[in-house]
């Protein structure tokens, strides 16, 4: 069997108790260490499996975006990643997004700040699922840290899952396409939300 089928019974018995009563302290003790052992061998298992099964060694790039028909067959559905080249070397952003044309547009706005020791975010860490600080500040003190104009502690970056550039930066809407035409039928919506990580 898989290692799905194992993390289960692996968790069952870490969670009972019933066959603990009248055993000492020591012996439910060594099995509760035995029960937690095979949980986390099971679950390194199901991640492996996982990866060999969907995952690929590297992100793909593709010389041009997929059909509508290629994104919910071979990306959306299968849950995998790719990048696709110059899809949007078009847009005005991309010349005008300079730290003064932001500061400019943005720079007095309050925004939403995740801060992380390390950068990693929504990851385990030494053993421990991390989740990141999050903080409001003005998007110049922001821009301030990352140019080094003010020292920080920790690693400071813009992002949030239902998109920062619709929620918090109406203003820079301009400089970017309302949609993304291949993503935007495939995934049957008349305008895409974008999700950005500025």
Same mark, same amino acid.
């Given at each position: 069997?898989?290692?799905?089928?194992?993390?289960?019974?692996?968790?069952?018995?870490?969670?009972?108790?019933?066959?603990?009563?009248?055993?000492?302290?020591?012996?439910?003790?060594?099995?509760?260490?035995? $029960? !937690?052992?095979?949980?986390?061998?099971?679950?390194?298992?199901?991640?492996?499996?996982?990866?060999?099964?969907?995952?690929?060694?590297?992100?793909?790039?593709?010389?041009?975006?997929?059909?509508?028909?290629?994104?919910?067959?071979?990306?959306?559905?299968?849950?995998?990643?790719?990048?696709?080249?110059?899809?949007?070397?078009?847009?005005?952003?991309?010349?005008?997004?300079?730290?003064?044309?932001?500061?400019?547009?943005?720079?007095?706005?309050?925004?939403?700040? $995740?801060?992380?020791?390390?950068?990693?975010?929504?990851?385990?860490?030494?053993?421990?699922?991390? !989740?990141?600080?999050?903080?409001?500040?003005?998007?110049?003190?922001?821009?301030?840290?990352?140019?080094?104009?003010?020292?920080?502690?920790?690693?400071?970056?813009?992002?949030?899952?239902?998109?920062?550039?619709?929620?918090?930066?109406?203003?820079?809407?301009?400089?970017?396409?309302?949609?993304?035409?291949?993503?935007?039928?495939?995934?049957?919506?008349?305008?895409?939300?974008?999700?950005?990580?500025?």
């Amino acid at each position: 069997g898989g290692a799905a089928e194992r993390v289960l019974p692996a968790l069952g018995a870490l969670r009972s108790g019933s066959e603990e009563r009248g055993l000492p302290a020591v012996a439910v003790a060594a099995m509760r260490c035995d $029960a !937690m052992q095979a949980l986390r061998a099971s679950v390194r298992r199901l991640a492996e499996e996982a990866r060999d099964l969907y995952l690929n060694d590297a992100v793909p790039y593709l010389d041009k975006p997929p059909t509508p028909l290629e994104f919910q067959r071979s990306w959306l559905c299968p849950n995998k990643p790719f990048i696709v080249r110059n899809a949007i070397s078009h847009w005005p952003a991309i010349s005008k997004w300079t730290f003064p044309y932001l500061r400019q547009e943005v720079g007095e706005q309050s925004v939403s700040v $995740a801060v992380t020791p390390n950068g990693y975010a929504d990851a385990v860490h030494q053993g421990r699922f991390m !989740m990141p600080e999050e903080r409001k500040m003005r998007f110049g003190e922001f821009l301030d840290i990352v140019e080094r104009k003010r020292a920080a502690s920790g690693v400071f970056y813009v992002q949030k899952q239902c998109s920062n550039l619709t929620e918090e930066f109406p203003q820079l809407l301009k400089d970017v396409d309302a949609h993304i035409p291949w993503m935007t039928e495939a995934l049957g919506m008349t305008q895409l939300t974008l999700h950005s990580n500025l």
